[in-house]
């Protein structure tokens, strides 16, 4: 589950960090499927109205969780960004499903105190869940235009196996 970082926005699907994720998945020789559950745009409150419906269709194994972003860069409440995405985890596990969250970082410009403390939201849910530690999905190129889209926010297709690469070590211990 996740926002237009995981919906592969402005590039095509295939190309998308997800698809790779499938591919790599097959690769290695697991016999998962993945579903790309991703909305551009959407907020952990979307996310959650959709989980019940997504997880008894689907029945996974494990769900990504990477959002949070788009709650942030509206200045939603912190604390709805948190219980929104307990209620993900906690329902996800209710399902059998192990989990994976991804966290999200906010440009410096929306202050260092509220930046530090919604980073601080994924940091503090992933101790009280016992959750395995992800880095941020853009970590170590989330400035580099090299690999951003003329949005400044978006990643391009040559960001994609980077993306992957970034959360390939947590995922691969649940699978």
């Known amino acids: 589950m996740g926002d237009s970082l995981s919906a592969a926005y402005g590039i095509d699907v295939d190309q998308g960090w997800v698809a790779k994720l499938q591919q790599r998945i097959t690769a ?3 016999a998962y499927r993945v579903v790309n ?4 745009g959407e907020t952990t409150g979307g996310a959650l109205t959709r989980l019940e419906n997504l997880l008894t269709q689907h029945t996974p194994a494990i ?3 990477e959002l949070g972003a788009n709650d942030g860069l509206r200045g939603l409440a912190l604390e709805h960004l948190r219980g929104n995405l307990a209620a993900i985890i906690e329902t996800s596990r209710a399902h059998d499903a192990k989990v994976l969250l991804i966290p999200m970082r906010l440009p410096e410009n929306y202050g260092q105190a509220f930046t530090q403390r919604f980073r601080a939201v994924y940091e503090d849910l992933a101790k009280e869940y016992a959750l395995p ?3 941020f999905i853009l970590q170590g190129f989330a400035l580099n235009p090299r690999f951003i889209q003329e949005d400044g926010v978006h990643p391009k297709r040559e960001a994609q196996a980077l993306m992957l690469e970034n959360i390939w070590p947590s995922l691969q211990p649940l699978l």
Do not use: E
């Not at 559950?37 to 551009?40: L, P």
């Open 133 to 135: 530690a992800s880095p």
């Open 28 to 30: 290695a020789g697991h």
């Open 37 to 40: 559950a991703s909305i551009s």
């Open 63 to 65: 769900v990504i969780i």
